[in-house]
Nanobody, 127 residues
Framework: QVQLVESGGRSAQAGDSLRLSCTVS????????MAWFRQAPRKDREFVAA????????WHADSVKGRFTISRDNAKNTVDLTIAALSPEDTAVYYC????????????????????WGQGTQVTVSS
């Protein structure tokens, strides 16, 4: 069974940087495409970023391009989300998600819903 455990969420000030991390177990990591989603208070969950099994391809939502960067370390079975210049609008629960590596290209379009999810990590940004 695939398990995803996020870490790194915290309270921060606007303008700070933050790195979220997700550790994956239960399946060979390189058979998984990875993604991050977030859900702000009173809003629907939204796609943030995705990355291919080898890290050579990545996708970021237009709303976060230039500030958010997804990366992965296949030796450590981890996927990170680095956030620069935090703003109060980034306040949300951030979720790590995984799909079969062949399906990751469909994550940004919404054509595929991830099969596996972490429990989420809270990021709160104050102005």
């Amino acid at each position: 069974q695939v398990q995803l455990v996020e870490s790194g969420g915290r309270s921060a000030q606007a303008g700070d940087s933050l790195r979220l991390s997700c550790t994956v177990s239960g399946r060979t990591f390189t058979t998984l495409g990875m993604a991050w989603f977030r859900q702000a208070p009173r809003k629907d969950r939204e796609f943030v970023a995705a990355i291919s099994w080898n890290g050579k391809s990545s996708w970021h939502a237009d709303s976060v391009k230039g500030r958010f960067t997804i990366s992965r370390d296949n030796a450590k079975n981890t996927v990170d989300l680095t956030i620069a210049a935090l703003s109060p609008e980034d306040t949300a629960v951030y979720y790590c998600a995984a799909v079969d590596y062949r399906d990751v290209v469909d994550i940004p379009t919404g054509n595929k819903v991830p099969s596996y999810w972490g429990q989420g990590t809270q990021v709160t940004v104050s102005s």
